[in-house]
């Protein structure tokens, strides 16, 4: 970078809007929960596979429908037209097409993309966010991939200390088909009605009945057939329940959904993710798209609507696309009227979601198809209802900007040189073990500013040096914060060739203890807290 | 994302052009490369940022010179004019400009930057590449936070498994003034002077001096008495002769620099780094930008002109900007005719490279001045001589593309059900435990199949389930690719109820074997043999 005297810039110093620096504690959260998700992705085998953060346009554009207005393009610089990614399916699904020689694969990717939306940056919705995808691609025997990647969301939940706090809800697109068919819905209306459907979760049957009816021009009879079915939510006896009902299992589709599910549920008990499960008949994501089952999961109540959830409604609707469009219908744009409402119960507790889509890859190869199944995490909201949760119990304080271990200092009285090449001396030993360390980059400091650059980095263990100890081969390790009484309250004196030894020890017992610096320790305690 | 049905695109399936998706091993050899550097940064107590990928145009504008050209223009849909950064230094002096609450901080940010240039793929010179900085701010008594930059550095190269591989070549932009001053450069040639100084790394002094005498018409006499200075290269002593130099010791400058110098190299000598430093008389990196010490990490011979390191000559240069504008007065452009050139030999070895800059956050902040030093590492150019080495030897094939630990697979003879349920619940058990855990996702899989897909993965054991064993409550561990007569070839049947422990325990004595999967292994390997 160049430095162009003289000319005094006078630009506002901002970043673009609805964009944000990500620093500090939010920094540290947040990596905790990338790195959280990522190693529950790995025990599963999966891949990473990184993709540009721009694609050729063309391999955007007829992807997104109406929201292919907010795709951000790069300017025409001459060469080729590009444009940022919108999401991470279709940069993968891209890649599958040009990768022919992979006929499976299970990778994840967690990164950013671009919606030029209006942005409500208290609500989470931003303009670049983050989105966490994980995906199977390849033939296998039904169900297998779909039952793994549940039990994966469950263990990621559990990873994260949401126990007990989590729902995974549960459908399947050939049951709603078979349900629309057999109630009698006239093929141009089954995309607006499963659109409707979709919005039981937030609103009463009346209303939706009151849409699909006045709004939509549905039979009322037909409607009334729908609700019956749509209404339901269960496990295991809602299962049995519709695989006894003869009018549906007369249905090819809804038969073949019904033994789908029947063969997922099995395995979701193996896995001990059925517990879990609410199997919600109102639950359509979408008539495009996906093509078996689908998912979302939602944490009900674990936010409150003026806070966590209003700060986090942006995410999960956004992520794994279907559906979106269709809810949109009319309304989408970048005007901000469209279904990431500014109302904050909108979508309340979706952290996550995703489904069966066979047919996607074809789109892009021309000939071959690659079965897939996926989900995405909505991070920025998971971040959002964590941190939430956090300050609401006052346990955002303990986390820590960095995780230094021990903060080595000098004192002593009058002619005091600073002990800067001990301490350096001490600092270099520590680093060689591995052991996160700091000291004072002053030549004299005082002790009272060393302690509180300790302090202020929440740095658990002192190292202190004394001529006279020195002299003796000893330093002094205190461990900060200690109450009145603790033996070592006031610092121990160690051999100076042991201190690594010393100092190790105490810190495994530190962090035994869990002194309330692990932010998964604290989600943890929020989480049961707050139950 | 919609379905579009009936549109049958014919787009090209590509990356726009100087972009690539990485994938596969590439991805894992890179992912330990960012995780090796990130864990020694954090070991010095430093935080991340995460600043938008796009700036708002204006705050790039007039910080690149004639390399502007190369900026990526988001295109004008209405709102603000934003660029794609274009390095990661510009958006960290616009955030420290925008936080004058920071007053000091250690900040590191791995994150891709963008610059249409001309790309030349084979040499790793794209559009669409990482950087990876490591910036202190503040101020802080002299050189501390310098020399602490480059225990880092150290550190890092340390940990890549470079050791006795690389040297730090150090200089001093005040000591390179002085010699300027004292030898009678006119001040209207300092900065081509210096621009040709700095290509003593690769062209012969005869050559140098021939640049400055007849294409930038300095005095000969002049060239002479510059070029007794810059060929020197040493330690302390080298040092210790310039301090004695009285003509340069009568220099402001120089003299400054040379105490600064003395400071350093007591300072690293306790840290330990001082054998990896070449005080190099010729580094000039530069006119504009950098105030202080300035460095560059090479690493001679080590990387073959034909493969590693011609893929990997782009990275350094392009980091830390400083110098690059200088040096290709005239020249520069998108039309690759610059010093990122298509010479595999033009700055070979360049690994890392920074220096201290003053002056820069003023230059946005308008008033207050924030001092700093930092560095930026090549990461690309060391993933591609990492990977050209670990193929050179062989040892590219031993990189797995996840590490999964255990398969659990069954066997059976005629009716063979697939043992599904059991090997599901098998799995389970295991990532209970949080052992990376795969099974075939077939019902009824043939055994040879399951051994074959453990043997792709590299998975190291396998759980083989039979009917009859597991009747006994008993499964069988077998390693893979164990040689005859080892006792366990075979497998050895363990108790059901104890398979996590047994399996623990296998895997703790695998990995202390440590037979070669580990990337930072194998580095450490092909480092020393071929030393």
Chains 1, 2 share one sequence.
Request: overall charge negative.
């Amino acid at each position: 970078m160049a430095k162009d005297k003289g000319e005094k810039t006078s630009f506002q110093l901002k970043v673009p809007k609805g964009t944000k620096d990500w620093e500090g504690k939010d920094m540290v959260i947040r990596d905790k929960i990338f790195s959280t998700i990522t190693e529950v992705f790995k025990r599963h085998g999966a891949v990473t596979i990184d993709t540009p953060v721009f694609e050729l346009k063309e391999i955007l554009s007829g992807k997104y429908g109406e929201d292919s207005k907010l795709i951000y393009d790069l300017a025409d610089q001459g060469g080729e037209l590009c444009s940022l990614r919108y999401d991470l399916t279709v940069p993968f699904a891209r890649w599958l097409a040009m990768n022919q020689s992979v006929q499976s694969i299970k990778r994840y990717h967690i990164a950013k993309v671009y919606r030029r939306d209006q942005p409500a940056m208290t609500k989470g919705r931003m303009r670049e966010f983050y989105q966490c995808d994980f995906d199977i691609a390849g033939t296998y025997d039904p169900m297998l991939p779909d039952a793994e990647i549940l039990r994966i969301t469950s263990e990621i939940f559990e990873a994260l200390g949401w126990k007990g706090r989590y729902t995974i809800k549960l459908n399947h697109r050939k049951i709603l088909d078979g349900i629309f068919e057999v109630c009698g819905v006239p093929q141009d209306k089954l995309r607006t009605i499963s659109s409707a459907v979709d919005k039981l979760d937030k609103s009463p049957w009346e209303e939706v009945r009151r849409e699909m009816t006045e709004e939509k021009g549905l039979d009322g009879a037909i409607a009334d057939k729908i609700g019956e079915y749509v209404r339901l939510k269960g496990s295991t006896e809602l299962l049995e329940k519709l695989q006894t009902d003869e009018t549906l299992s007369a249905n090819a589709s809804a038969k073949k959904g019904l033994e789908d599910m029947a063969t997922l549920f099995s395995y979701l008990s193996i896995f001990e993710v059925l517990p879990k499960i609410s199997f919600d008949m109102s639950l359509a994501r979408g008539l495009d798209y996906y093509t078996g089952v689908i998912y979302e999961v939602v944490t009900e109540g674990s936010a409150p609507a003026s806070s966590a959830t209003g700060a986090a409604t942006s995410e999960a609707q956004n992520t794994q696309q279907a559906g979106k469009k269709d809810k949109k219908k009319g309304k989408a744009g970048a005007d901000g009227d469209d279904d990431r409402s500014n109302d904050p119960s909108v979508g309340v507790g979706s952290v996550a979601a995703g489904g069966r889509y066979d047919e996607l890859v074809g789109m892009f190869s021309g000939k071959t198809q690659i079965p897939c199944v996926g989900i995405s995490f909505g991070v920025e909201r998971i971040f959002s209802i964590t941190k939430a949760r956090m300050e609401a119990e006052k346990t955002a304080e303990a986390v820590r900007a960095t995780d230094v271990d021990v903060f080595v200092m000098a004192f002593g009285g009058k002619g005091f040189t600073g002990l800067l090449p001990e301490r350096m001396q001490i600092a270099k030993t520590l680093w060689d073990a591995g052991i996160k360390t700091e000291f004072s980059w002053k030549v004299k400091p005082k002790l009272p500013q060393q302690f509180k650059q300790a302090e202020n980095g929440g740095i658990p263990f002192c190292v202190i040096l004394g001529e006279e100890e020195l002299n003796d081969g000893k330093v002094k390790i205190k461990e900060m914060g200690l109450k009145e009484g603790h033996p070592e309250k006031d610092g121990v004196l160690v051999e100076k060739v042991n201190l690594v030894n010393e100092v190790r020890r105490r810190l495994e017992d530190f962090n035994r203890r869990a002194s309330g610096v692990d932010v998964e320790e604290i989600t943890e305690k929020v989480a049961e807290a707050s139950v």
